[in-house]
């Protein structure tokens, strides 16, 4: 997802105008509804500062609404969590295949083809697929609400 689908995602969630989103940044009234709008649609992109004041009035981690390098753990489930959001929370699948072991799966274009699994050997983002993997499960079988799954998403990392 783009920054701008994120941002859009977020405040729909928080059910926020970008009218309201505008102004909670300290945007002008008149022209709150279009800054934003331009944010949305990926004419711009927020500055770190004003990112910041978009994290704050969101109450998101800003890490939610930023680009990634994909060089630290953190960053890498980022990415993961959003590329599932985009699926419908249907493109990552985690499985355990042992007690030492998380597997990340990708869905496969067609029917026909087998699934594909991929193993990260990557510090530290072992725990971090444990954890998110728990959360999918609680989803999965209604012990955590949906609300509550996207919010510990846009929150991460919870450190």
Same mark, same amino acid.
């Given at each position: ?15 926020? &105008?970008?009218?309201?989103? /505008? ?13 934003? &709008?331009?944010?949305?649609?990926? #004419?711009?992109? =927020?500055?770190?500062?004003?990112? +910041?004041?978009?994290? $704050?009035?969101? #109450?998101? $981690? ?9 060089? &630290? &753990? #953190? ?11 985009? +699926? ?14 998380? #597997?990340?799966? +990708?869905?496969? =274009?067609?029917?026909? +083809? =087998? ?8 510090? /530290? ?16 079988? /209604? ?17």
């Amino acid at each position: 997802m783009t920054i701008g689908e994120r941002i859009k995602k977020i405040r729909e969630f928080r059910k926020l &105008s970008q009218r309201a989103l /505008g102004i909670a940044i300290g945007y002008d009234e008149k022209t709150a509804r279009a800054r934003i &709008s331009q944010y949305e649609i990926n #004419n711009r992109t =927020p500055s770190i500062e004003t990112a +910041m004041l978009l994290a $704050n009035a969101l #109450n998101i $981690n800003v890490n939610s609404i930023q680009n990634y390098s994909l060089d &630290s &753990s #953190n960053e890498i489930m980022k990415y993961l969590f959003w590329l599932d959001e985009k +699926m419908g929370r249907k493109g990552v699948r985690l499985y355990q295949t042992d007690a030492n072991a998380i #597997n990340l799966q +990708m869905r496969t =274009p067609t029917d026909d +083809m =087998p699934m594909v699994g991929i193993n990260i050997d990557y510090e /530290g983002l072992e725990t971090k697929l444990y954890d998110w993997h728990i959360r999918k499960e609680q989803l999965a079988k /209604g012990e955590l609400s949906a609300q509550n799954y996207f919010e510990w998403i846009i929150g991460y990392p919870h450190e």
